[in-house]
C-alpha cells in the first residue's frame, strides 16, 4: 500500500524510524510571519470588568459590577443544588422551560424568545447579524462600552450620538442615522449613568428609525424600574419587526455567576439569531436557576425595594456635599454615577474608597474621567462609602 512519500510511510515493527527529510532552513521573513488580524479588530479596547481587589491584589467589597448586593434568593439557590444531579449531559438546547417561563411571566410567545450567555452574547450576535464593513452602529454617549466592541468586532463603524446631560437624546440619536445605519443600541435604564427614557421618548425614537434598521432596546436593570416606570419595549417588540429587546438574570435576579440573559423579538429577527447564537449556551445549572428566580416575585421585589431606599440615601448624601463639587446623577437602577468637579478628583476617591475596603467602578475609559459609578450595597455598606467621601471631599 502506498501511503504517501518516504517520509510518511509506515515503518515496520520494531525496526528503526525511517529518516525524515531534512528540514529547510526559515528565513528570517517567515520566522517573523504570523496570523494577522482584522484591522478593526486591532481598534477594539477589551471590555474591563469591575474590580475585586486593589493594585497589590487587597480583596475589596465588589461595589463595581452593579451584582445584588443581597444574593442570591433560596429559590434559586435550591434549584441550583437540584439540578447538579446531571452534570454529565449537555443542557436542553432549545431551553424550553426557561423560554416558556419567560413568557407566562411577561406575557410573551415562548417561540419568539432567544437566550445567550448574559445578554452581552444576544448584544454581539444582534451586531454581527445587521451590520458589518461599511455600515453604521449608532449609540449614545456614556453608552455601555459592549457597544462599541460589538460594532468593531464585525468590521461596522460605532458612531457616537451627544447625550443631554448625561441622559438619552433621542433628538441627537435621530439626527445621527445616515443610510449607512443598521443597528442602533439603546440601554434603558442607562449603563453607565443610571438615566432612564420615558416610554413617549423610547416610541420616538423607535418612530423616526428606519424600518431597516435594528433597534436593540437593552434592559438589563428593567426590572429596578416601577410599574409605572416601564419604557413598554417588551409592547413595542410585540407589534414591531425591527425591535429587539435584551435583559439579564444577573442584576436583580443575582445570577451573575451563571451568565443567562434573554431576549425579545419579531419571529424573523429571533430565527436570523439563532444562525449564529451558540450552540448549548445556557447550562443545566443557569436553566434551572433562571426558571426558579423569575417565579421567585417574593426576592425581586424585596430587593427593588432594598435597593431604591438605599439608592436615595445615598443620592441625598451626596447632595449635601454638592459644595464640594460632588453631584449624583439621577438614576433608575441598582448605582449612582457620581460625578466629581471640585477639588476631590474621582480618581482619588476611587483610591480612598479602595482604602476602606471598597471596588468602585473609575470611568477615564468611557469619556467619564470624573464619574465614579458606585453599585447600591446594603445600608450598612452605604452608610461607610457616604462617610468616606464626605471627609474625603471636605478634607480635599
Known sequence: MNFGTAHHRLAPAGALPLPRKPLKP????????????????????????????????????????????????????????AATADLATYPDPGATKLREAIGAVHGLDPERIIYGTGSDELLHIAASAYAGPGDEVLYVRYGFAVYDIAARRVGATPVIAPDKDYATDVDALLAAVTERTKVVFLA???????????????????????????????QAYAEYL????????????????????TRTFSKIYGLAAERIGWGYASADVIDILHRIRAPFNVTTVGQAAAIAAIGDKQWVDHSRAENAQQREWLAGEIASLSNHG???????????????????????????????????????????????RITIGTGEQMRSVAAKLRAMAEAA
Open 26 to 81: 526559515r528565513t528570517m521573513t517567515e520566522i517573523a510571519a504570523k496570523p494577522a488580524p482584522k484591522d478593526w479588530i486591532l481598534g477594539i479596547h477589551a471590555y474591563v470588568p469591575g474590580k475585586s481587589a486593589t493594585d497589590d491584589g487587597r480583596p475589596l467589597i465588589k461595589l463595581s459590577a452593579n451584582e445584588n448586593p443581597l444574593g442570591t434568593g433560596q429559590a434559586a439557590r435550591n434549584a441550583v443544588i
Open 188 to 218: 434603558n435604564p442607562n449603563n453607565p449613568t443610571g438615566t432612564l427614557s420615558s416610554r413617549e421618548e423610547i416610541a420616538r425614537l423607535h418612530a423616526g428609525l428606519r424600518p431597516d434598521i435594528l433597534f436593540v432596546l437593552d
Open 226 to 245: 416601577e410599574d409605572s416606570e416601564d419604557d413598554a419595549g417588551l409592547e413595542l417588540a410585540k407589534n414591531a419587526s425591527n425591535v429587539f429587546v
Open 326 to 372: 460632588l453631584r449624583a446623577v439621577p438614576s433608575k437602577t441598582n448605582f449612582l454615577l457620581i460625578l466629581f468637579d471640585g477639588k476631590l478628583t474621582a480618581e482619588a476617591a476611587m483610591k480612598g474608597l479602595w482604602d476602606e475596603g471598597f471596588a468602585t467602578r473609575w470611568l477615564p475609559g468611557q469619556g467619564l474621567p470624573n464619574g465614579l
